[in-house]
C-alpha cells in the first residue's frame, strides 16, 4: 500500500494523507540552519548544532503523536483547522505534501479556503522562509484570522527539558511591529537571538504560550485562537513562544499572499546592545529586509532549486529502471547531502541531544558525499582527523559546534583510526588534492603536536598493527562497527552504557572485520604513501596487509564463511561451532570487498553462505541463528530481542557490502537482487509494512524473527545512503573514480540493459554510454575515450578538455 507517489520531474515525494503509518520528514537547510519538518508540519530548527543551539522546541519521546512543529492555524467562523493538519487535526477538504529537495510544500482546503505553504532555507542565509498563499475558492466573501505558532527552545536542548527550576524563570523576548525577537540568556553569556517576524502589518501577537493555549489546553485547542484574538503579551519566563495574528478579508477568488521568516542572528560581543536592556537589531532587520516580498521569496527559492540541479547533476543515470534513476539521480544522492550535514545527530530517531558527529560515521558519510561538494568534504576530514589521538586512536564522536571530541561516549572502538583512511582515500581520489595530506592537522584539538594528516593515516595503520591478539587479528577494543558486540564490556547492571563500560583495551577478544577492513584500507593507505613517493612505507604497509590476510585465512575462515571474532576468551563468534550467532554479514561483506578468498574460491563460498542463511525478502540479516537470551561475555547485541536491530535484524548499512562483494566476484544478478530488497523506491509499494519513508534509506528493517518482520526504524540518518549511493553508483553501474583517473567496469544483471552515465569528475565532464549486447554481467571488451580505444578500465585522468565521450561494450 502507498500513501503517495514519486512525481520525479518535480524532484519530489507527494503524499496524499497526513495519516501516514509514522511522520514523514524531510530537512531543510543545507550548511548551518537546519530545519526537520514532517507531512504534517512537526519538526524543529536549529543553528549548526541541534543540541547547543536549538530554535524551537519539540516534544520527546512521543514520534508518531508528532507534537510540536511551525504550525499555522486557520479560524474560518467556529471551524479552526491547520493546511498540515496537525495539530487540530480538523479533517480537511484535501490535503497534500509534496517534500522536494530542501524544501516541503502543503496545501491544505477547508470550506472554501485553501491555503497553501512552501517552506524552505535560502542558500546562505540562517532563516527559514515559509510563504502562505491563502485563497477564497468560494462564491461568498470570507473573513478569517491565520495565526503562526512557533515554540522558543531556550536554546541548550537538553538543559531545556530537564532544568525547570531555572528555565521557567529566564525566557525573555521583544517585539517591534511585525516581529518578535526571543532573547532568553542574551543578557548574559550568548550573543544570539532569534527572530520570527511576517511582511505585514500583524493586528496582534502572543509570546507567552500560557495565554497562546490558556491552561490544560494543548496545541490542538489553543484558547486565544478559539476566542480568535491573541492578547499581545510580552512573556516573562514561563515559556516563551511566537505568534502573529493576522485578520484577512477574501473575496470570491481572492488570494492573499503572506512571507513568514525565522531566523537565527549573531553579534559582536561589543556590539549586543540598542541600549540598555534592548537588543541591537540591526543584522536581523537587515536579515530580513531580504525577504520582504513574494519575488523576494520565489527569488530565493529559484536559487535553491538550481543549487541543488547543479549538484545533482554531477551524477546522472538514464537507464531502462525508474527506480534506479529516480534513486541515483534524486534521492538517494539527497539523502547523502543530509547524512554528510547529520551524521547521527538530529532525526526523529535521533534526538539531537545524545550523538554529536561520528568518528567512523562521518567518515563513511563522506563516500557518498564527496562528488557534490569535495571542499565541504575535504574541511571534513580536517574536522575529523582534528579529534584523533596522537596514538591513532579515537574519540568517537565529536560535538558539531566545538568540533571538540566528546568524552561522553568514549573511545577505542577499534575501526574508527581506518574509516579516516577511508574518507581521505575517497576525497583523493575524487579530486586528485593531494595538497590535504600535507595539512599540519592537531591531535584532540591540541595544535601544538600537530602533524601532516598523512602522519594522522599512519598512525591510524599503526594503531592495528600495534594492536593486534593472540592470533594475530586485530583487537575489538569497545566494539567495532558493530556498535553492540561490546567482547569487553560484560555489563551486568541496568544503566551501564554497553559502549562505555568495562576497558576499553581487552587484550584478547579480536575482530575479523577490522582485518578485513584492514586489508582494504590498508592497500587504499599504500596506494596514497606510493602517490606521496615513499615506497618504503608503501612495502612496510603491503608487508603488514599479507601478514593479516594470512591471519584471517589461518584463523578467520570456518570453512564455509568468515569468523566474525575471538571473545575475550578467544571463544569463536559467528561460526558453525557456535549455539546462537553462527554467521554474520560483516566480515562477509569487508573481507570480500578487501579481495581476500577471491583467488581460491572462499569468498563464492562466504557469499553463498549469506544467501543461504541471512537472506530475506526484505534484505539480508545480521547474523543468524538470533540471540535467545543475553551473553554477558558477547554485550548489547544479545540485549535486542530476536530481529531487531544488531541482533538479526536487517542492518541496512551492511546490505550494499554484500551487494559490492558480489561485484568484485562478477555475479551482477545478485548484486541488484541485494540492493533492490532494501532500495526506497522499489519498495513503496508496501509502505503499510515498512512504515518508514519510501524515499529514504532507514538504518534497520526488523528481521525474520522478529515480531514485524519487514518494519523499518530509524528512518534519514544511516551509513547507508552513503554505501547504497558507492554500491549503485561505483560497483553496479561500475563508475569508480581511481588515483589515475574514472575507472569504467559495471557488474549489472544481465538484463538491466543499456545505460548512460553523466559524471562530473575534477571538473570535467564524462559522458559515458555503457553498451551490453551479449546480456553479461560483468567485463568491459572495449572502451572508446573520445574515438579512441584504451587498454584496461581506467580513463587516465588529464583535465585538458571539459568533456570526454566515452563508449564502454561488455563482453
Ligand atoms: C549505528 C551507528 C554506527 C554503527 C552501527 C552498527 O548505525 O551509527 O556507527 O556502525 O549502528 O552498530
Ligand atoms: C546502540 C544502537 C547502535 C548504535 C549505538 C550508538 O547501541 O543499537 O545501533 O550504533 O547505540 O551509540
Same mark, same amino acid.
Given at each position: 500500500?502507498?500513501?503517495?507517489?514519486?512525481?520525479?520531474?518535480?524532484?519530489?515525494?507527494?503524499?496524499?494523507?497526513?495519516?501516514?503509518?509514522?511522520?514523514?520528514?524531510?530537512?531543510?537547510?543545507?550548511?548551518?540552519?537546519?530545519?526537520?519538518?514532517?507531512?504534517?508540519?512537526?519538526?524543529?530548527?536549529?543553528?549548526?548544532?541541534?543540541?547547543?543551539?536549538?530554535?524551537?522546541?519539540?516534544?520527546?519521546?512521543?514520534?508518531?503523536?508528532?507534537?510540536?512543529?511551525?504550525?499555522?492555524?486557520?479560524?474560518?467562523?467556529?471551524?479552526?483547522?491547520?493546511?498540515?493538519?496537525?495539530?487540530?487535526?480538523?479533517?480537511?477538504?484535501?490535503?497534500?505534501?509534496?517534500?522536494?529537495?530542501?524544501?516541503?510544500?502543503?496545501?491544505?482546503?477547508?470550506?472554501?479556503?485553501?491555503?497553501?505553504?512552501?517552506?524552505?532555507?535560502?542558500?546562505?542565509?540562517?532563516?527559514?522562509?515559509?510563504?502562505?498563499?491563502?485563497?477564497?475558492?468560494?462564491?461568498?466573501?470570507?473573513?478569517?484570522?491565520?495565526?503562526?505558532?512557533?515554540?522558543?527552545?531556550?536554546?541548550?536542548?537538553?538543559?531545556?527539558?530537564?532544568?525547570?527550576?531555572?528555565?521557567?524563570?529566564?525566557?525573555?523576548?521583544?517585539?517591534?511591529?511585525?516581529?518578535?525577537?526571543?532573547?532568553?540568556?542574551?543578557?548574559?553569556?550568548?550573543?544570539?537571538?532569534?527572530?520570527?517576524?511576517?511582511?505585514?502589518?500583524?493586528?496582534?501577537?502572543?509570546?507567552?504560550?500560557?495565554?497562546?493555549?490558556?491552561?490544560?489546553?494543548?496545541?490542538?485547542?489553543?484558547?486565544?485562537?478559539?476566542?480568535?484574538?491573541?492578547?499581545?503579551?510580552?512573556?516573562?519566563?514561563?515559556?516563551?513562544?511566537?505568534?502573529?495574528?493576522?485578520?484577512?478579508?477574501?473575496?470570491?477568488?481572492?488570494?492573499?499572499?503572506?512571507?513568514?521568516?525565522?531566523?537565527?542572528?549573531?553579534?559582536?560581543?561589543?556590539?549586543?546592545?540598542?541600549?540598555?536592556?534592548?537588543?541591537?537589531?540591526?543584522?536581523?532587520?537587515?536579515?530580513?529586509?531580504?525577504?520582504?516580498?513574494?519575488?523576494?521569496?520565489?527569488?530565493?527559492?529559484?536559487?535553491?532549486?538550481?543549487?541543488?540541479?547543479?549538484?545533482?547533476?554531477?551524477?546522472?543515470?538514464?537507464?531502462?529502471?525508474?527506480?534506479?534513476?529516480?534513486?541515483?539521480?534524486?534521492?538517494?544522492?539527497?539523502?547523502?547531502?543530509?547524512?554528510?550535514?547529520?551524521?547521527?545527530?538530529?532525526?526523529?530517531?535521533?534526538?539531537?541531544?545524545?550523538?554529536?558527529?561520528?568518528?567512523?560515521?562521518?567518515?563513511?558519510?563522506?563516500?557518498?558525499?564527496?562528488?557534490?561538494?569535495?571542499?565541504?568534504?575535504?574541511?571534513?576530514?580536517?574536522?575529523?582527523?582534528?579529534?584523533?589521538?596522537?596514538?591513532?586512536?579515537?574519540?568517537?564522536?565529536?560535538?558539531?559546534?566545538?568540533?571538540?571530541?566528546?568524552?561522553?561516549?568514549?573511545?577505542?572502538?577499534?575501526?574508527?583510526?581506518?574509516?579516516?583512511?577511508?574518507?581521505?582515500?575517497?576525497?583523493?581520489?575524487?579530486?586528485?588534492?593531494?595538497?590535504?595530506?600535507?595539512?599540519?592537522?592537531?591531535?584532540?584539538?591540541?595544535?601544538?603536536?600537530?602533524?601532516?594528516?598523512?602522519?594522522?593515516?599512519?598512525?591510524?595503520?599503526?594503531?592495528?598493527?600495534?594492536?593486534?591478539?593472540?592470533?594475530?587479528?586485530?583487537?575489538?577494543?569497545?566494539?567495532?562497527?558493530?556498535?553492540?558486540?561490546?567482547?569487553?564490556?560484560?555489563?551486568?547492571?541496568?544503566?551501564?552504557?554497553?559502549?562505555?563500560?568495562?576497558?576499553?583495551?581487552?587484550?584478547?577478544?579480536?575482530?575479523?572485520?577490522?582485518?578485513?577492513?584492514?586489508?582494504?584500507?590498508?592497500?587504499?593507505?599504500?596506494?596514497?604513501?606510493?602517490?606521496?613517493?615513499?615506497?618504503?612505507?608503501?612495502?612496510?604497509?603491503?608487508?603488514?596487509?599479507?601478514?593479516?590476510?594470512?591471519?584471517?585465512?589461518?584463523?578467520?575462515?570456518?570453512?564455509?564463511?568468515?569468523?566474525?571474532?575471538?571473545?575475550?576468551?578467544?571463544?569463536?563468534?559467528?561460526?558453525?561451532?557456535? /549455539?546462537? &550467532?553462527? %554467521?554474520?554479514?560483516? $566480515?562477509? !561483506?569487508?573481507?570480500?570487498? +578487501? @579481495?581476500?578468498?577471491?583467488?581460491?574460491?572462499?569468498?563464492?563460498?562466504?557469499?553463498?553462505?549469506?544467501?543461504?542463511?541471512?537472506?530475506?525478502?526484505?534484505?539480508?540479516?545480521?547474523?543468524?541463528?538470533?540471540?535467545?537470551?543475553?551473553?554477558? /561475555?558477547? &554485550?548489547? %547485541?544479545?540485549?535486542? $530481542?530476536? !530481529?531487531?536491530?544488531?541482533? +538479526? @535484524?536487517?542492518?541496512?548499512?551492511?546490505?550494499?557490502?554484500?551487494?559490492?562483494?558480489?561485484?568484485?566476484?562478477?555475479?551482477?544478478?545478485?548484486?541488484?537482487?541485494?540492493?533492490?530488497?532494501?532500495?526506497?523506491?522499489?519498495?513503496?509499494?508496501?509502505?503499510?509494512?515498512?512504515?518508514?519513508?519510501?524515499?529514504?534509506?532507514?538504518?534497520?528493517? +526488523? @528481521?525474520?524473527?522478529?515480531?514485524?518482520?519487514?518494519?523499518?526504524?530509524?528512518?534519514?540518518?544511516?551509513?547507508?545512503?552513503?554505501?547504497?549511493?558507492?554500491?549503485?553508483?561505483?560497483?553496479?553501474?561500475?563508475?569508480?573514480?581511481?588515483?589515475?583517473?574514472?575507472?569504467?567496469?559495471?557488474?549489472?544483471?544481465?538484463?538491466?540493459?543499456?545505460?548512460?552515465?553523466?559524471?562530473?569528475?575534477?571538473?570535467?565532464?564524462?559522458?559515458?554510454?555503457?553498451?551490453?549486447?551479449?546480456?553479461?554481467?560483468?567485463?568491459?571488451?572495449?572502451?572508446?575515450?573520445?574515438?579512441?580505444?584504451?587498454?584496461?578500465?581506467?580513463?587516465?585522468?588529464?583535465?585538458?578538455?571539459?568533456?570526454?565521450?566515452?563508449?564502454?561494450?561488455?563482453?
Amino acid at each position: 500500500m502507498k500513501y503517495g507517489f514519486f512525481d520525479d520531474n518535480n524532484k519530489e515525494y507527494v503524499i496524499t494523507t497526513p495519516k501516514t503509518p509514522l511522520p514523514w520528514i524531510n530537512y531543510l537547510g543545507c550548511t548551518d540552519f537546519f530545519t526537520l519538518i514532517s507531512n504534517t508540519c512537526g519538526g524543529y530548527t536549529f543553528y549548526k548544532d541541534a543540541k547547543l543551539l536549538r530554535m524551537t522546541r519539540y516534544r520527546y519521546n512521543d514520534t508518531t503523536l508528532d507534537t510540536n512543529g511551525k504550525y499555522f492555524y486557520i479560524k474560518d467562523g467556529d471551524t479552526i483547522w491547520n493546511p498540515g493538519w496537525q495539530p487540530t487535526k480538523t479533517e480537511l477538504d484535501s490535503y497534500e505534501c509534496r517534500h522536494g529537495i530542501g524544501y516541503s510544500k502543503f496545501t491544505g482546503a477547508k470550506n472554501d479556503i485553501e491555503a497553501a505553504l512552501v517552506t524552505f532555507v535560502p542558500i546562505g542565509d540562517p532563516v527559514e522562509l515559509t510563504k502562505v498563499t491563502l485563497t477564497n475558492k468560494g462564491n461568498a466573501k470570507k473573513d478569517i484570522q491565520l495565526f503562526s505558532y512557533v515554540e522558543w527552545c531556550l536554546w541548550n536542548a537538553d538543559d531545556d527539558m530537564k532544568n525547570y527550576q531555572r528555565n521557567l524563570s529566564i525566557g525573555e523576548v521583544e517585539v517591534v511591529d511585525s516581529t518578535i525577537y526571543h532573547k532568553t540568556e542574551y543578557r548574559e553569556r550568548r550573543n544570539h537571538y532569534a527572530v520570527y517576524s511576517v511582511n505585514a502589518k500583524i493586528d496582534a501577537f502572543e509570546t507567552s504560550r500560557d495565554e497562546f493555549r490558556g491552561a490544560y489546553n494543548g496545541p490542538d485547542k489553543p484558547a486565544a485562537v478559539i476566542a480568535g484574538k491573541l492578547n499581545s503579551t510580552i512573556a516573562s519566563g514561563w515559556y516563551p513562544i511566537a505568534s502573529h495574528q493576522l485578520n484577512v478579508s477574501l473575496n470570491p477568488g481572492e488570494s492573499k499572499t503572506f512571507v513568514f521568516a525565522l531566523g537565527y542572528v549573531e553579534n559582536a560581543e561589543d556590539d549586543k546592545w540598542e541600549k540598555p536592556g534592548v537588543i541591537n537589531k540591526k543584522k536581523a532587520d537587515a536579515l530580513l529586509a531580504k525577504y520582504q516580498t513574494t519575488e523576494d521569496f520565489d527569488k530565493a527559492f529559484d536559487g535553491l532549486c538550481k543549487y541543488w540541479n547543479e549538484l545533482l547533476s554531477k551524477f546522472h543515470i538514464a537507464s531502462k529502471d525508474e527506480h534506479v534513476n529516480r534513486m541515483v539521480n534524486i534521492w538517494n544522492q539527497y539523502q547523502c547531502m543530509v547524512t554528510f550535514n547529520m551524521s547521527r545527530s538530529a532525526s526523529y530517531y535521533e534526538t539531537g541531544i545524545g550523538r554529536g558527529m561520528g568518528f567512523r560515521d562521518s567518515c563513511q558519510d563522506l563516500l557518498g558525499f564527496v562528488h557534490l561538494i569535495p571542499d565541504r568534504a575535504r574541511e571534513r576530514i580536517i574536522d575529523i582527523a582534528s579529534t584523533q589521538f596522537q596514538d591513532g586512536s579515537a574519540y568517537h564522536q565529536y560535538q558539531p559546534l566545538t568540533k571538540k571530541g566528546n568524552s561522553d561516549i568514549g573511545s577505542g572502538f577499534n575501526d574508527d583510526p581506518l574509516w579516516l583512511i577511508a574518507g581521505t582515500s575517497a576525497y583523493i581520489r575524487e579530486t586528485g588534492d593531494t595538497s590535504i595530506l600535507e595539512e599540519m592537522v592537531p591531535y584532540d584539538n591540541d595544535m601544538s603536536v600537530a602533524t601532516t594528516l598523512m602522519e594522522h593515516l599512519k598512525r591510524s595503520f599503526n594503531y592495528i598493527v600495534n594492536h593486534k591478539g593472540p592470533h594475530d587479528l586485530p583487537l575489538i577494543g569497545r566494539a567495532d562497527w558493530n556498535d553492540c558486540l561490546n567482547l569487553n564490556c560484560f555489563s551486568e547492571h541496568p544503566g551501564e552504557s554497553f559502549q562505555c563500560f568495562g576497558p576499553s583495551e581487552g587484550p584478547v577478544a579480536e575482530s575479523v572485520f577490522i582485518a578485513g577492513m584492514f586489508v582494504k584500507y590498508g592497500r587504499e593507505y599504500a596506494a596514497l604513501a606510493k602517490l606521496m613517493g615513499d615506497t618504503a612505507e608503501e612495502a612496510r604497509v603491503l608487508a603488514e596487509v599479507d601478514k593479516m590476510i594470512a591471519a584471517i585465512e589461518k584463523d578467520g575462515w570456518d570453512g564455509e564463511w568468515f569468523v566474525r571474532a575471538y571473545d575475550a576468551y578467544s571463544q569463536k563468534i559467528g561460526s558453525k561451532e557456535c /549455539e546462537e &550467532g553462527q %554467521i554474520y554479514i560483516e $566480515p562477509q !561483506g569487508m573481507c570480500v570487498m +578487501a @579481495g581476500v578468498g577471491v583467488d581460491d574460491g572462499n569468498a563464492k563460498k562466504a557469499l553463498d553462505s549469506v544467501k543461504e542463511k541471512l537472506d530475506t525478502k526484505y534484505g539480508v540479516m545480521i547474523l543468524q541463528p538470533a540471540y535467545t537470551r543475553y551473553h554477558l /561475555e558477547l &554485550g548489547e %547485541i544479545t540485549s535486542y $530481542p530476536p !530481529g531487531y536491530k544488531e541482533n +538479526a @535484524g536487517i542492518f541496512c548499512h551492511n546490505n550494499p557490502w554484500i551487494s559490492i562483494a558480489e561485484t568484485c566476484i562478477g555475479r551482477g544478478d545478485r548484486a541488484f537482487e541485494v540492493y533492490k530488497k532494501t532500495c526506497p523506491s522499489y519498495i513503496e509499494d508496501i509502505s503499510e509494512i515498512h512504515r518508514t519513508e519510501p524515499y529514504v534509506y532507514s538504518q534497520m528493517v +526488523a @528481521g525474520a524473527d522478529a515480531k514485524f518482520h519487514g518494519e523499518a526504524k530509524n528512518s534519514w540518518l544511516t551509513g547507508t545512503a552513503a554505501w547504497t549511493f558507492t554500491n549503485i553508483s561505483q560497483y553496479i553501474l561500475g563508475i569508480y573514480p581511481t588515483l589515475e583517473g574514472l575507472s569504467v567496469n559495471p557488474c549489472t544483471p544481465a538484463e538491466f540493459g543499456d545505460f548512460n552515465v553523466t559524471r562530473v569528475y575534477r571538473g570535467v565532464t564524462y559522458n559515458i554510454e555503457i553498451k551490453n549486447p551479449n546480456k553479461v554481467q560483468k567485463g568491459v571488451a572495449s572502451l572508446l575515450v573520445d574515438g579512441k580505444e584504451i587498454q584496461g578500465n581506467i580513463i587516465p585522468f588529464d583535465g585538458s578538455k571539459d568533456t570526454v565521450n566515452v563508449i564502454a561494450t561488455m563482453r
